[in-house]
């Protein structure tokens, strides 16, 4: 078996979906986990992107449905905006906020402690290793930290409300490792795995989600210096031809060796944390 063939095994994509068959089968997956981990709420935090919004819609769906089924706890879906200040495309946020209509809908502004963070960190590397404090690395490392904070206040909202973090990753994420490691990558469950991006936006239509959240440019917008930075410019390759990779189908010899030299470059991020007995 080719390396190829054992990244399409792992990521599990199919060549053709089923749309209503992969909504029902996720939204079952959620509601599965969700009752056999003893917790009574889902927490996620929405972006302004298609990958929170179609999480997003599932898990309420599931929610409602556990709730429909007279099991005796009463479950909750905490859907939440963690804006760093203000956020560029916050009406797109809003317009998915609106799409879910989520249980319960909580704002948590992370600049604060991404800046104390960012400071604290910065004037104790800097005693050590010249590095500018302005420059593209600190930057990234902060866009990072940004990430991670907000992944923590998830946590937090789970810790006191008896929840489950939701995970939005999906294949065409999984295989380039375009996630945060212990930020957006960290997650109790992660229900868009299996799908690439274009299958993430063909659920969405389904669902009936906003034209202009389905068409949207994705972007982590992380980087200070480069907000909106679109992913497909990050990373050098677009959705369609990760999606074809992902697929099976025929793509440029040249962006299958970059994709398959980005999966290996990433493995650390899916693998388990090694110890001295691997």
């Known amino acids: 078996m080719t390396i190829k063939q054992d990244i399409l095994t792992e990521m599990h994509v199919l060549?053709?979906?089923?749309?209503?068959?992969?909504?029902?089968?996720?939204?079952?997956?959620?509601?599965?986990?969700?009752?056999?981990?003893?917790?009574?709420?889902?927490?996620?935090?929405?972006?302004?992107?298609?990958?929170?919004?179609?999480?997003?819609?599932?898990?309420?769906?599931?929610?409602?449905?556990?709730?429909?089924?007279?099991s005796g706890t009463q479950y909750t879906f905490f859907a939440i905006r963690l804006p760093y200040g203000a956020q560029q495309d916050e009406v797109d946020a809003q317009a998915s906020v609106e799409f879910i209509k989520p249980n319960e809908l909580l704002t948590i502004n992370v600049k604060p402690s991404t800046d104390a963070l960012h400071q604290e960190v910065f004037q104790a590397v800097s005693a050590v290793k010249a590095i500018e404090e302005h420059s593209y690395e600190a930057d990234f490392a902060k866009?990072?930290?940004?990430?991670?904070?907000?992944?923590?206040?998830?946590?937090?909202?789970?810790?006191?409300?008896?929840?489950?973090?939701?995970?939005?990753?999906?294949?065409?994420?999984?295989?380039?490792?375009?996630?945060?490691?212990?930020?957006?990558?960290?997650?109790?469950?992660?229900?868009?795995?299996?799908?690439?991006?274009?299958?993430?936006?063909?659920?969405?239509?389904?669902l009936g989600a906003p034209d202009r959240i389905i068409h949207k440019a994705p972007t982590a917008d992380l980087e200070c210096h480069s907000p909106g930075k679109e992913d497909e410019h990050a990373l050098g390759v677009t959705y369609d031809q990760i999606d074809d990779f992902l697929e099976g189908n025929e793509v440029d010899p040249e962006i299958e060796e970059k994709l398959i030299r980005q999966y290996k470059i990433t493995q650390h991020k899916r693998q388990a944390i090694p110890t001295v007995y691997d």
Request: hydrophobic content about 40%; some cysteine; charged content about 20%.
């Open 15 to 70: 060549a053709e979906i089923n749309p209503e068959f992969e909504i029902k089968r996720r939204i079952e997956f959620i509601k599965s986990i969700l009752k056999q981990s003893g917790q009574s709420s889902l927490v996620l935090g929405i972006s302004g992107g298609v990958d929170s919004c179609v999480c997003g819609k599932l898990a309420q769906i599931a929610v409602n449905e556990l709730n429909q089924s007279n």
């Open 143 to 206: 866009g990072n930290t940004k990430a991670r904070q907000r992944m923590a206040a998830q946590y937090y909202v789970a810790g006191l409300t008896g929840g489950l973090v939701l995970g939005t990753d999906h294949s065409a994420e999984n295989l380039t490792g375009f996630y945060t490691k212990f930020g957006d990558g960290a997650a109790d469950l992660i229900p868009l795995f299996g799908l690439n991006k274009r299958q993430v936006r063909i659920l969405a239509k389904t």
